[in-house]
C-alpha cells in the first residue's frame, strides 16, 4: 500500500511543482496528498470489507478455508500498513507544532 501511495504522490505532484509558482503548487500537493490518503483509506476499507464477505461465504460453505485466510491476511496487512502511515503522520504534526516559530 505504500508503494502506491508513493506512486499516485508521485505522479501527481511532479506536474504540479512548475506550474503556477509555489502558492499553486502548495495547493496542488496538498490536494493531492489528501486524494492519496483517501485512495489509500478507501482501498483498506475495500480490502476489509472483502475479508468480511469472504468470512461469510465460508460460513454458509461457499468458500474454502484458504480463500478466507488469505482476504484476511491482505486486510490485516493493509490495516497494519494504514495504522503505520497513520502514526507516521501524528508523530510529524507532533514535530512540527512543536517547532518554535
Excluded at 499516485?8 to 506536474?15: D, E, G, M, V, Y
Excluded at 493493509?78 to 504534526?93: C, E, M
Aim: charged share 15%; proline share 3%; net charge negative.
Amino acid at each position: 500500500m505504500i508503494e502506491k501511495l508513493s506512486a499516485i504522490a508521485a505522479t501527481r505532484i511532479a506536474p504540479a511543482a512548475g506550474a503556477g509558482g509555489p502558492a499553486a503548487s502548495s495547493a496542488a500537493v496538498a490536494s493531492d496528498f489528501a486524494s492519496a490518503l483517501a485512495q489509500g483509506a478507501g482501498n483498506v476499507a475495500d480490502q476489509v470489507s472483502e475479508a468480511d464477505r469472504a468470512a461469510m461465504s465460508a460460513l454458509s460453505g461457499q468458500t474454502g478455508p484458504r480463500e478466507v485466510a488469505e482476504a484476511v491476511m491482505t486486510a490485516e496487512q493493509s490495516l497494519q500498513t494504514a495504522i503505520a502511515v497513520r502514526d507516521k503522520l501524528v508523530n510529524a504534526f507532533l514535530d512540527i507544532s512543536r517547532m518554535q516559530i
